[in-house]
């Protein structure tokens, strides 16, 4: 398989969900082995992999650089990781991805309008050389060397219940199954959220808030939380800057815990 970037660039504008300020990116075409990379105003820039300075994985995954804070950008490189695009760069302008409508569907689709650009140079999969598991509690996650993507999550909320989801990855799928499910968060953590400095941007038109009685607003799919999560996930492991074949199974996971793997796979693929 080749490497691919988008044909043209797109811009994206919005409110952050946690900043609650405006943002704008422009994503633009790139070389073969550029990778994913953030460019700022002074022409500083980030290359996105697992050595990028991660200072929160709080309820989003926050990048930091030379004086710079980049909130939320797993939904943006789940995007570029589930329509397998390797190489492109990213202007941002703020100091968070644009949130839209808190899943990774805008970006889906001004990637899609832009054009996917196949280059001529072969793209590098990692792939596992043996099984990797994390622990914590009741919570879990291990991957497992496979020649293809394909993801077991399940969670279990209050007012949710238990929700699981099996995922062999493809763009397509992607795109159909995944980056439509918007993030939640629950009612009662909202004000703890707000002292955190957190959630400043959410509302109803980039959240399901869940509740005692009941969503904010109709699901898309009945179990459109768990997929949200998958949708994290995907982002989270692009943090490896390539893509990756392997099996992975999560209980109960989050941020950090897709973090951790990430960081637990580049330790095993430099020791070899």
Same mark, same amino acid.
């Given at each position: 398989?080749?490497?691919?970037?988008?044909?043209?660039?797109?811009?994206?504008?919005?409110?952050?969900?946690?900043?609650?300020?405006?943002?704008?990116?422009?994503?633009?075409?790139?070389?073969?082995?550029?990778?994913?990379?953030?460019?700022?105003?002074?022409?500083?820039?980030?290359?996105?992999?697992?050595?990028?300075?991660?200072?929160?994985?709080?309820?989003?995954?926050?990048?930091?650089?030379?004086?710079?804070?980049?909130?939320?950008?797993?939904?943006?490189?789940?995007?570029?990781?589930?329509?397998?695009?390797?190489?492109?760069?990213?202007?941002? $302008?703020? @100091?968070?991805? &644009?949130?839209?409508?808190?899943?990774?569907?805008?970006?889906? #689709?001004? =990637?899609?309008?832009? !054009?996917?650009?196949?280059?001529?140079?072969?793209?590098?999969?990692?792939?596992?050389?043996?099984?990797?598991?994390?622990?914590?509690?009741?919570?879990?996650?291990?991957?497992?060397?496979?020649?293809?993507?394909?993801?077991?999550?399940?969670?279990?909320?209050?007012?949710?219940?238990?929700?699981?989801?099996?995922?062999?990855?493809?763009?397509?799928?992607? $795109?159909? @199954?995944?980056? &439509?499910?918007?993030?939640?968060?629950?009612?009662?953590?909202? #004000?703890? =959220?707000?002292?955190? !400095?957190?959630?400043?941007?959410?509302?109803?038109?980039?959240?399901?808030?869940?509740?005692?009685?009941?969503?904010?607003?109709?699901?898309?799919?009945?179990?459109?939380?768990?997929?949200?999560?998958?949708?994290?996930?995907?982002?989270?492991?692009?943090?490896?800057?390539?893509?990756?074949?392997?099996?992975?199974?999560?209980?109960?996971?989050?941020?950090?815990?897709?973090?951790?793997?990430?960081?637990?796979?580049?330790?095993?693929?430099?020791?070899?």
């Amino acid at each position: 398989m080749k490497q691919t970037t988008i044909k043209s660039s797109v811009e994206i504008k919005g409110i952050g969900l946690h900043t609650g300020k405006e943002s704008r990116i422009i994503i633009s075409p790139a070389p073969a082995d550029t990778g994913i990379v953030f460019n700022f105003a002074d022409k500083d820039s980030l290359k996105v992999n697992v050595d990028s300075m991660i200072i929160s994985t709080n309820r989003g995954t926050i990048l930091a650089h030379n004086g710079y804070s980049i909130y939320t950008v797993e939904h943006i490189l789940s995007a570029l990781n589930g329509l397998e695009i390797d190489n492109a760069e990213i202007m941002l $302008e703020g @100091e968070e991805i &644009p949130s839209c409508d808190g899943s990774a569907k805008a970006f889906v #689709e001004k =990637l899609k309008d832009a !054009g996917i650009e196949i280059l001529g140079k072969a793209r590098n999969i990692i792939q596992l050389p043996e099984p990797i598991w994390i622990f914590n509690g009741d919570k879990g996650i291990f991957a497992l060397p496979s020649d293809r993507l394909s993801i077991y999550y399940a969670i279990e909320f209050p007012w949710i219940g238990k929700q699981w989801i099996f995922y062999e990855h493809s763009p397509s799928r992607y $795109e159909q @199954e995944i980056a &439509p499910a918007r993030t939640f968060g629950f009612e009662e953590e909202i #004000e703890m =959220l707000m002292t955190e !400095g957190l959630a400043k941007g959410g509302s109803f038109l980039n959240s399901i808030i869940v509740g005692r009685n009941g969503y904010s607003s109709p699901l898309r799919y009945p179990d459109e939380f768990v997929r949200h999560k998958l949708l994290d996930l995907m982002g989270d492991i692009y943090l490896l800057g390539r893509r990756i074949n392997a099996t992975i199974f999560v209980v109960k996971g989050g941020h950090n815990l897709h973090v951790e793997l990430v960081k637990r796979i580049k330790e095993v693929i430099n020791d070899r």
